[in-house]
């Protein structure tokens, strides 16, 4: 046996082990650029499991050095005749009373820990970790914040025009200090916020309650972010006419804000922080200054789901006009179909129906004098002439200078301008489901959904309840006795009582409590 190569704690001289027989000159050379623990472990290894070598065991033995553990290597080695000059130590006594630790079994429970090791680290990606509750916001924990990117130069966001619901939302006229409303107005004393007052009035402290708010929260992210700059306010009410006819400065809705050490390089953070401040429109307007906007006081939220006017009207197959309030399940309307075409589809159900309720609506006037009046979530079709495309986008969305599509007088779906948007507040609120999930209302072509932003994952969500409309089709109708005969304008139809009962429908009401858990925030109406 080659004793002297494994001792003491093995002797690795490769030239003396390339010249035995039944080496493997391969796995030698590779030992010659391992590092010594390696090298022992590789090397024990090629004597253990040597195929053409007959198995004895033969304890090998260390020295055991004073107050260390007597280790005992029991190895399975061949028989290998001693080279000349080479001698045994008989020193070397086993002392059978110490410990014994098997190499093998040491390489055996290394492989078992690292694979268990492994396993458990691949079970834990399987599942994702539960978080406590903690402090902060929301649920899972504190509030988990975000690196803040500036606006660049002539930056807005949102990426709308200001004077739209939104953004800001549409003026309402100026507030002079002879106007009712300039009572409403409220003066800002907040110690964390320098004003300008370039008129000496302290003009610039009065604004809205919303502006207020939102530019207090402003003033403390700007500490919190600069220490020792405060938030500097160089405009905010205004009379004197310095701005554009249409201004919210006006309205006390409109601040223009720089920093109390007017350093321009911290403007684009700035605006960054108006945005997360909560102000509805922030527009990096001016080298000098950031321009933030806020919606009216007076405003509303806005409905839970898309509804039209109940006194708005749509066209029966028989050529006769009916307003919302009075249709029926059952009735054919006009409506477009995925072709673009103008076809009659069936009323199958009610979204929403809720004649009492008073609403905020959007007005949408075109040059040709149509008029679309909806709720902000609702899903209008706009027609892009550049990029010759319809795109269906929420009611709020739509700006001046777009185009609709309306039913002419020659029975087609042409796209007119639209002249201006208005605000109106009125009673009563109805959402008709169609077939074909579109709808021609005042003449103007809308989607029959809304808080969604894909008129196609609405109208895939909304196929159980043509499939059930469908269903109801085929079967006899057994509640002849129990329905209401109501006759209709258009063609006597018949509808049950409970099909036209108040408020959301059911099913539409899941859709809209499902949307949260399963939908990104950027796909729903904000």
Not at 23 to 52: G, H, V, W, Y
Not at 469 to 489: C, F, G, H, I, Y
Request: proline share 6%; with cysteine.
């Amino acid at each position: 046996m080659f004793e002297p190569a494994l001792m003491p704690y093995f002797d690795y001289n490769i030239e003396q082990r390339l010249q035995l027989p039944n080496t493997n000159e391969k796995c030698c050379k590779i030992c010659k650029k391992l590092p010594e623990r390696k090298k022992r472990s590789r090397a024990a290894k090629q004597i253990m499991f040597n195929n053409n070598s007959k198995p004895v065991q033969q304890p090998l033995v260390a020295p055991p050095a004073p107050g260390a553990l007597h280790i005992r290597l029991s190895i399975t080695a061949t028989e290998l005749p001693v080279s000349a000059g080479t001698q045994v130590n008989s020193a070397h006594k086993t002392d059978h009373n110490a410990p014994i630790v098997d190499v093998a079994d040491i390489a055996q429970s290394r492989r078992l820990t690292l694979r268990s090791l492994c396993a458990v680290l691949l079970i834990c990606t399987l599942f994702t970790a539960a978080e406590g509750c903690g402090p902060g916001r929301g649920i899972g924990g504190p509030r988990k914040y975000r690196k803040l990117t500036p606006l660049v130069f002539k930056q807005h966001v949102p990426n709308m025009s200001e004077r739209t619901l939104g953004a800001s939302g549409l003026n309402e006229g100026p507030i002079k200090k002879n106007s009712p409303k300039f009572k409403d107005l409220v003066p800002n004393y907040n110690s964390d916020i320098i004003f300008k007052d370039d008129e000496g009035t302290g003009a610039d402290r009065l604004m809205s309650r919303r502006c207020k708010e939102k530019l207090n929260i402003l003033a403390v992210s700007v500490m919190n972010q600069w220490p020792r700059v405060r938030l500097r306010v160089i405009e905010s009410w205004d009379e004197d006419n310095a701005h554009h006819a249409d201004s919210l400065h006006y309205e006390g809705r409109a601040v223009d804000i720089t920093t109390s050490d007017r350093d321009t390089s911290k403007y684009g953070m700035l605006a960054r922080l108006a945005v997360e401040a909560g102000f509805d429109w922030v527009y990096y307007e001016s080298r000098a200054h950031i321009h933030c906007s806020v919606k009216s006081d007076s405003q509303q939220l806005p409905h839970v789901s898309g509804c039209f006017a109940a006194d708005s009207s749509v066209l029966l197959e028989n050529g006769q006009r009916k307003t919302l309030r009075d249709l029926n399940i059952g009735d054919r309307v006009l409506t477009m179909d995925a072709a673009g075409q103008p076809v009659y589809s069936e009323v199958i159900l009610f979204l929403d129906r809720n004649l009492e309720q008073v609403e905020n609506f959007v007005q949408i006037h075109t040059v040709g004098g149509a008029t679309l009046t909806v709720t902000p979530a609702h899903l209008v079709l706009v027609w892009h002439p550049t990029e010759q495309r319809l795109e269906y986008m929420f009611a709020d969305r739509v700006q001046e200078n777009d185009y609709v599509l309306v039913h002419d007088q020659y029975g087609r779906l042409s796209p007119q301008r639209v002249q201006r948007l208005k605000v109106a507040h009125r009673p009563g609120v109805v959402a008709p489901l169609t077939r074909t999930g579109t709808i021609v209302v005042d003449s103007v072509t809308a989607s029959c959904y809304a808080v969604v932003n894909s008129q196609k994952l609405a109208h895939w969500g909304l196929a159980p309840m043509r499939l059930l409309a469908t269903m109801r089709a085929w079967l006899p109708d057994s509640n002849d006795v129990t329905q209401v005969q109501a006759k209709s304008v258009a063609g006597n139809s018949t509808v049950s009582a409970t099909m036209r009962t108040k408020g959301i429908h059911w099913y539409a009401r899941f859709l809209y409590a499902l949307k949260d858990m399963v939908l990104p925030q950027e796909w729903r109406y904000q």
